[in-house]
């Protein structure tokens, strides 16, 4: 967690092969204005994997409200990338009096076909261990490619551990392969949405287009849009000044507007 307890609570939720510390740059400017809070979601970096062994949408939500009651979090703001951005729409919709305001960042009901396949093809290749740091460290950097080299140490504490001088992943195997939300259940939950919400679409994404990001500006009554150039599906590591320079400013101003009610 990041910021003072007293200021407005923003909730960052990662993607899918991803850990709370991925928002680590973010908080940086962000704390200085919000109480930030990056959960692990389950099966990932420090937190347990699931008892259950369920890795489905309305799990992480029921993560998410367990996690906000925890914490006295009674209204907060929430930022989601990818398949948090998935879990972040639904948690949105489905306690709209607990959200403030919603940023979506690179992730809608219907997906391009090349990133799902990217994705596939990386989860079916990626080794299980790695013999040194520095083996896992070159892997890494060939599929993260404009992320800084914090970034990639941030990754090599939070996404694999060291064992008897092997890195092996923290995460459970239980959640591949990717089982997206059918998109009806998608467009529904964002139809539903009462908050301020921004679609944050990487300007050189495979997989949302701009077709799909510009319907679901549309779809959200309050709904606004913005693309971040130089920036891949990864949006907060390729590209970490465009995205603060987008998302800031919006969750300021929602804070702002909810303060002068």
Known sequence: MWGHEAAPAVMMLHGLRAYGHWFDDFAIPASRHFRLIAPDQRGRGGSDWAADGRYDT?????DMLAIADALGLHRFAIIGHSMGGTNAINFAARYPERVTALVIVDSAPELDPIGLQRIARETSE???SFSSRKEARNYLRTLHRRASDSSIATRL???????GGTY???IDPAIFPLKPDS???SWDALAAIKCPTLVVRAGESDLVTSECANRMIQAIATGSGVEIAGAGHMVLEDNPEGFAAAALPFLMQTAAD???R
């Open 183 to 185: 998109p009806q259940r």
């Open 157 to 163: 504490e939070w996404a694999l551990e060291e064992s």
């Open 58 to 62: 309305d799990s992480y939500v029921a």
């Open 168 to 170: 092996r992943w923290r």
């Open 258 to 260: 909810l303060s002068s």
């Open 126 to 128: 990626m080794p299980s």
